[in-house]
């Protein structure tokens, strides 16, 4: 059964899923990261080669030639119909992912406006109705909620 956390409360919720994806990765997980369009999948690609100056976070963009062997998939809506890895999917778009049941653990990452708490309410709601475990994080002060 898939596991749902949230983070909540992210002041940059591109820099947390960065942090969450280079931790995910050294640790040994195989990760897929839904962005909310291709601009912020472009702005996370970019992010990852400097997320700590000494580390290497390996990662393709979904569908490219080396996506089935590297560890780390970035995608967007519209190009996330097939992931090569199923163990964790962090998604950052508003609504909820495609075929995110077949992933061992969803991580939603949730900023501060209303914008984005408002989508991250009804997805917290629609995994509730699956019956699906969820956790949920302050995402400032990194205590459970």
């Known amino acids: 059964m898939t596991k749902v956390q949230f983070y909540h409360n992210a002041p940059d919720q591109l820099a ?3 942090e969450l994806v280079a931790k995910a990765q050294a ?3 195989q990760v897929a990261v ?7 999948a472009r702005k996370l690609d970019l992010m990852l080669w400097t997320v700590e100056p000494l580390a290497f976070v390996p990662h393709v963009m979904n569908g490219g030639p080396l996506a089935d062997e590297t ?11 097939r992931w090569p890895h199923a163990d964790i999917l962090f998604n950052l778009a508003a609504d909820l992912a495609p075929g995110f049941e077949g992933f061992r653990t ?13 989508p991250a309410r009804a997805r917290w709601t629609q995994y509730k109705t699956r019956g ?8 400032e002060r990194r205590v459970a909620l």
């Open 16 to 18: 947390l899923a960065c």
């Open 27 to 29: 640790g040994g997980r």
């Open 34 to 40: 839904r962005a909310a369009d291709p601009a912020m």
């Open 71 to 81: 560890p780390v998939q970035i995608g967007a809506p519209g190009s996330d119909a």
């Open 106 to 118: 969803v991580v939603e990452i949730v900023g501060r406006s209303e914008a984005e708490k408002a």
């Open 132 to 139: 699906l475990p969820l956790k949920a994080f302050d995402a």
